[in-house]
């Protein structure tokens, strides 16, 4: 009773901890949702588009054409901008909410006013839906209206919400440095941190070995294929240019397939590195708000189990899909459906422990 | 705890450096590098029209460069803010390393230094493109993974206490 009254204290109504919670896991679903609607219907379709224009551009060279060639390669430059703003959207998407979590685990350790703390989860939480919102808008807005020769309004947007998470992130690093340089301050006490229920020690354990498994992929992918690849990516493209300008369409019609291959190879490395470590961070966060989840003991670890699975099936799948194509992508695209609908029943529990809260406090008054 | 207060207030620290880092970078490098590598490809393959072989691989080169500069610049980005949210969330499941005071405070100065270090030897590789920046890099990486799989001992060792 005693520890259920101190996780409540805790986790008060409109309380930082509270709102920078729910309004970060929201925002890492929102960003997988989103990520997963970008690899089904944009990813692999604007890959192809890119590709295509490469050719037409290789094709023009070949024929002598540089008036073509300059308009495949502006066609280029619009396809990679549409990608890289919808991978910006879903990496900071998420990157903001994982960084939402962290400062709400840390806020017994920011030695500041409640009321300062609720302030700067909200400026927080603005910036971090404003960035991401900003750079999705990047691709559409371009350069209307612009004050300024190389950088449109959506960019402004973004990086105003960029200023606002440094803003706020600054004045919990000032909370936190409070903290630590008052030696009058004992050590913290905090139900979170001290809970440790099934679900989050197989949270817990699954998410550091996901780290170490990104961890060691990364290390093993840099010291065998980084500088290889960085060194054939502009070998093959002076390779293609060089084919066009000897007008040997083989010698073009092999560079092109070869980079292809290689940016294949490229991504499908950088993702599964990226979505281990990411994987493996989010378990390690959500095993520290378990005493939130209200579902039953079983549904927790069941949900614990699926988040885990989702976060292997996902790199690992992605690997897989240079040698099994679609099908390896599928799964994939699956294991990102069971994180997001495991993440989406722990949100579901902790509503229904606010609600609970909420009603206790009500009932009081 | 100091191996907390290492792994959390650095942590932080680090992250908003990171994130500092590439807000100065998306306002005043990133537009540019992305132009300058669109610029340098079509001005390539139009030479490549022009069956104008030096020209074509004078853009060729610049592309390669543009290309190998702002592939880093993304990195280093990613990987402070990244290894920045590893160090917080290590902070804060420090108690569940099963270690001593001293030994906890040891991995967290390793994983501190080696979050900070890795991404500068890949900065420096834009400045120096010979192998001293990559032995940084790959020395800081090691560093990391080390410290990061001590603590895993630490939880296992932990648990089975």
């Known amino acids: 009773m005693a520890t259920e009254k101190a996780v409540a204290g805790e986790f008060a109504a409109m309380g930082a901890r509270r709102l920078l919670v729910l309004g970060g896991i929201g925002l890492i679903v929102a960003g997988m949702i989103f990520g997963d609607l970008f690899a089904i219907f944009v990813l692999h379709q604007n890959a192809a588009r890119v590709g295509g224009a490469l050719a037409g551009a290789a094709e023009a060279a070949l024929a002598g054409d540089a008036g073509a060639v300059l308009r495949e390669f502006g066609a280029v430059g619009g396809f990679l901008e549409n990608r890289g703003t919808k991978v910006d959207t879903h ?6 909410g994982y960084l939402a979590l962290m400062l709400a685990v840390m806020q017994p350790w920011i030695a500041i006013c409640e009321m300062t703390k609720k302030r700067l989860a909200v ?3 603005a ?5 991401p919102v900003g750079v999705f808008l990047i691709h559409y807005v371009g350069m209307a209206y612009s004050p300024l020769a190389a950088i449109g309004w959506a960019s402004i947007f973004a990086d105003a919400g960029g200023l606002l998470v440094i803003l706020a ?7 936190l440095w409070k903290h630590f340089a008052d030696a009058t301050r004992g050590a913290v006490e905090d139900s979170l941190l001290a809970a440790r229920d099934g679900a989050g020690r197989v949270l ?3 998410g550091v070995a996901l780290i170490l498994m ?3 992929h990364g290390a093993w992918y840099a010291a065998v294929d980084l500088y290889r690849h960085e060194a054939a990516d502009s070998t093959i493209l002076t390779g293609m240019a ?7 369409g083989g010698a073009v019609e092999r560079a092109l397939g070869e980079y292809g291959q290689l940016q294949g190879e490229k991504a499908v490395n950088i993702a599964a590195h990226a979505h281990s470590i990411e994987f493996g961070l989010l378990a390690i966060l959500v095993a520290f708000f378990q005493p939130y989840v209200r579902l039953r003991d079983a549904w927790r670890r069941r949900w614990a189990w699926v988040l885990l699975a989702g976060s292997v099936m996902l790199p690992v799948c992605v690997l897989l899909e240079l040698r099994f194509g679609l ?3 599928g799964l994939a695209d699956t294991g990102g459906l069971l994180v997001i609908v495991a993440l989406m029943a722990m949100w579901v529990g902790i509503l229904r422990y606010t609600g609970e809260l909420d009603a206790a406090a009500g009932g009081g008054r | 705890m100091k191996a907390r207060k290492i792994l959390v207030v650095g942590g932080l620290a680090l992250l908003i450096w990171g994130m500092g880092y590439g807000f100065w970078y998306a306002v005043f490098a990133e537009h540019q590098a992305l132009e300058g590598m669109g610029v340098s490809l079509a001005t390539g393959f139009a030479a490549a029209a022009q069956r104008d072989a030096a020209g074509m691989r004078a853009a060729m080169e610049r592309y390669k460069e543009t290309k190998y500069v702002y592939d880093r610049q993304v990195d280093i980005h990613g990987h402070w803010i990244g290894l920045a949210m590893v160090l917080m969330i290590l902070g804060m499941a420090m108690e569940r390393v099963g270690y001593s005071e001293r030994v906890k405070t040891i991995l967290a100065a390793g994983m501190l230094a080696g979050a900070v270090v890795f991404p500068l030897g890949v900065y420096l590789q834009t400045v120096d493109h010979g192998a001293g920046p990559r032995v940084v890099a790959g020395v800081a990486a090691g560093l990391v993974i080390a410290a990061m799989g001590g603590m895993a001992a630490g939880m296992l060792k932990e648990r089975a206490e």
């Open chain 1, 127 to 131: 910036g971090a839906v404003t960035l």
């Open chain 1, 204 to 206: 817990m354990a699954g």
């Open chain 1, 242 to 248: 060089a084919g066009a300008a000897a007008r040997d």
């Open chain 1, 123 to 125: 400026v927080f939480l």
């Open chain 1, 91 to 96: 990496v900071h998407m998420i990157g903001f």
């Open chain 1, 327 to 329: 099908l390896a992508g």
């Open chain 1, 214 to 216: 990104g961890f060691a």
């Open chain 1, 169 to 175: 992130a600054a004045g919990s690093l000032w909370g």
